[in-house]
């Protein structure tokens, strides 16, 4: 089972677009997306400086366009695609990235919701001094307790060993004045303390924007760094991503249901490195691949060959999408509705319960509609995105 996975804010790097500009359409994609967001994306990509890229508002935009062109470039038919990768995920500003690619946004809705997200980041980072530091090393449960007791928010908690804190300067000196026991702690150069309280003012106005966007479900298992579960429906997804500014990013649970899923390999898009580096970690026995140039894309396109799943054995992308409830977790399945094919479900109808070794996750149907199958039943053993519910819906939108 194939993976592919988007990077988040840091991963770019100078002219890390250049090489690109040779790919047949590239830099026309580039000049349409630069126009839909507002930000020169080749311009970024090509000539500025690691200071000028840093900049929120520029840094995320020229991300998720990266990565809208690199997926077209890996896969010119996005039908087939949907057929041959099994998960997506994307950290943090990569989700909007994943989400694009998976067919929830457009490319041009993933541009202005990008924009948007980087100007309201920019603006909350700017209302105190906060930071974000990187912790190497150290149990996970000293690391969480010291920075608690600190003040900080665990803000991305990526593997073991590797967490970033975020907080008020001041906050972060006192961490870093009694760091916990065998950790190292490095200033991130960062414009604020992302994914904690500090950017609930971002969280606001993307709430905003969301109740004016459309969405469809996604054709693939998106795996969300809320808490590391497969997400299907479209406005779930939105949500997730708007609530995620204000939360920890939990990649280290992205992994973990990447394992449960019984991926064999991992691809990372343009600017690659930092996931593929986590999961050579912590996914031992999967192959990752970074793709970085075009020079990488005959490894990847043969990774994509021996990985990919044939269309036949692919549920997500065979059935229609607006049809399925799907798992979000790996666990047991214990239904806790009654109705059998023919009955109606009401929107919003709890329709059982995934129970894993640590927790209880409710499905629901989001739009609910007439029982057509159920795909699995009462106590059977699921994993993450598995159908669980077939429903007739006159109009999924």
Not at 144 to 166: K, P, R
Not at 224 to 246: T, Y
Request: charged share 15%.
């Amino acid at each position: 089972m194939l993976v592919v996975v988007a990077p988040g804010q840091g991963s770019q790097t100078p002219g890390f677009l250049t090489p690109w500009l040779e790919i047949d359409r590239v830099k026309q994609r580039l000049q349409w997306l630069s126009a839909v967001s507002g930000v020169d994306l080749i311009e970024h990509g090509t000539n500025s400086d690691a200071d000028t890229i840093r900049d929120t508002a520029i840094a995320q935009p020229l991300l998720v366009g990266a990565g809208l062109v690199t997926l077209l470039t890996l896969f010119p038919r996005p039908s087939e695609a949907f057929c041959r990768i099994g998960a997506g995920a994307g950290h943090s500003v990569g989700e909007i990235t994943a989400a694009a690619g998976a067919g929830v946004l457009s490319a041009e809705q993933a541009m202005v919701f990008v924009r948007e997200r980087g100007r309201a980041m920019a603006a909350a980072a700017k209302i105190s001094p906060t930071g974000m530091a990187a912790v190497l090393g150290g149990s996970e449960h000293d690391v969480i307790a010291s920075a608690e007791t600190a003040g900080l928010t665990c803000a991305n908690i990526n593997a073991a060993g590797q967490i970033v804190v975020a907080g008020t300067r001041e906050q972060i000196e006192s961490f870093m004045a009694a760091p916990p026991e065998r950790a190292r702690i490095r200033p991130l150069q960062v414009a604020g303390a992302f994914h904690t309280e500090h950017m609930r003012s971002a969280v606001n106005v993307l709430t905003g924007y969301g109740q004016a966007m459309s969405t469809h479900d996604s054709r693939i298992r998106l795996i969300s760094n809320a808490d590391g579960q497969v997400v299907r429906g479209g406005r779930e997804v939105l949500r997730r991503m708007i609530n995620q500014v204000s939360n920890p990013v939990r990649w280290d649970k992205c992994m973990a249901t990447m394992a449960d899923l019984g991926v064999t390999a991992l691809l990372e898009i343009p600017p690659a490195g930092t996931l593929t580096g986590i999961a050579k970690r912590a996914l031992p026995g999967v192959e990752t691949l970074a793709v970085n140039t075009p020079d990488d894309l005959p490894a990847a396109w043969d990774l994509i060959a021996r990985h990919g799943s044939p269309a036949s054995t692919t549920d997500l992308a065979s059935a229609p999408t607006w049809r399925l409830v799907v798992s979000p977790a790996k666990g047991t399945f214990t239904r806790s509705i009654t109705e059998e094919a023919g009955a109606p479900i009401a929107p919003g109808t709890t329709i059982g319960i995934v129970t894993t070794l640590q927790d209880s996750f409710p499905v629901t149907a989001p739009y609910g509609g007439t029982v057509t199958e159920w795909v699995a039943e009462h106590g059977d053993p699921v994993s993450p995105g598995q159908p669980l519910l077939r429903l007739h819906q006159e109009d999924p939108l």
